[in-house]
T-cell receptor, first 114, second 112 residues
Framework: ETGVTQSPTHLIKTRGQQVTLRCSSQSGHNTVSWYQQALGQGPQFIFQYYREEENGRGNFPPRFSGLQFPNYSSELNVNALELDDSALYLC?????????????FGEGSWLTVV | EDQVTQSPEALRLQEGESSSLNCSYTVSGLRGLFWYRQDPGKGPEFLFTLYSAGEEKEKERLKATLTKKESFLHITAPKPEDSATYLCAVQLYGGATNKLIFGTGTLLAVQP
């Protein structure tokens, strides 16, 4: 158990719809990032939040957006869903006192776009 | 371009048959190299972080090593429960601290 919890675990959406995924970071971890993992691929970095601000972004379009809240939890929002957005979405956290540079992942949210 | 390559893509071992997984990297400035284990349908489970050439870390049957160009994950006398995908990732200086660049993984199957 890493202490990083994500919801929902599975969901199915229709092309063109919007989706919100949620993440509670490990206690005390102030940095949260999101990754997209397609089948058979390694995770791809979407963006990172620190102190409620986005401070790093991968090669993803603006329809991928996020939020971080004062308790360090986070949301990933994806607008205008496309079939290629079907993937496992992973949340990762780090930055707590004593955690060093270790980055912990949650179990992910499986998104299917039909 | 920063790149991580893992080999082999898949590896099948008999229980007790030791082997090594390879992770080669070409990056502008390595801050840390991470190894994760991922079971089907699950998130990556942290194993090790290595920071400098010559560094080694061990955990049960696993040992990770690092050189200036690659890292190895040695598996000694594996058991069926070691079957999983092993992911290697690099963290770079100057980027977002949680930004990892992953390889595509090695799928390990250990047969009893």
């Amino acid at each position: 158990e890493t202490g990083v919890t994500q919801s929902p675990t599975h969901l199915i959406k229709t092309r063109g719809q919007q989706v919100t995924l949620r993440c509670s970071s490990q206690s005390g971890h102030n940095t949260v990032s999101w990754y997209q993992q397609a089948l058979g691929q390694g995770p791809q970095f979407i963006f990172q939040y620190y102190r409620e601000e986005e401070n790093g972004r991968g090669n993803f379009p603006p329809r991928f957006s996020g939020l971080q809240f004062p308790n360090y939890s986070s949301e990933l929002n994806v607008n205008a869903l496309e079939l290629d957005d079907s993937a496992l979405y992973l949340c990762a956290s780090s930055g707590g006192i004593g955690s060093g540079n270790t980055i912990y992942f949650g179990e992910g949210s499986w998104l299917t776009v039909v | 371009e920063d790149q991580v390559t893992q080999s082999p893509e898949a590896l099948r071992l008999q229980e007790g048959e030791s082997s090594s997984l390879n992770c080669s990297y070409t990056v502008s400035g390595l801050r840390g190299l991470f190894w994760y284990r991922q079971d089907p349908g699950k998130g990556p489970e942290f194993l090790f972080t290595l920071y400098s050439a010559g560094e080694e870390k061990e955990k049960e049957r696993l040992k990770a090593t690092l050189t200036k160009k690659e890292s190895f994950l040695h598996i000694t006398a594996p058991k069926p429960e070691d079957s999983a995908t092993y992911l290697c990732a690099v963290q770079l200086y100057g980027g977002a601290t949680n930004k990892l660049i992953f390889g595509t993984g090695t799928l390990l199957a250990v047969q009893p």
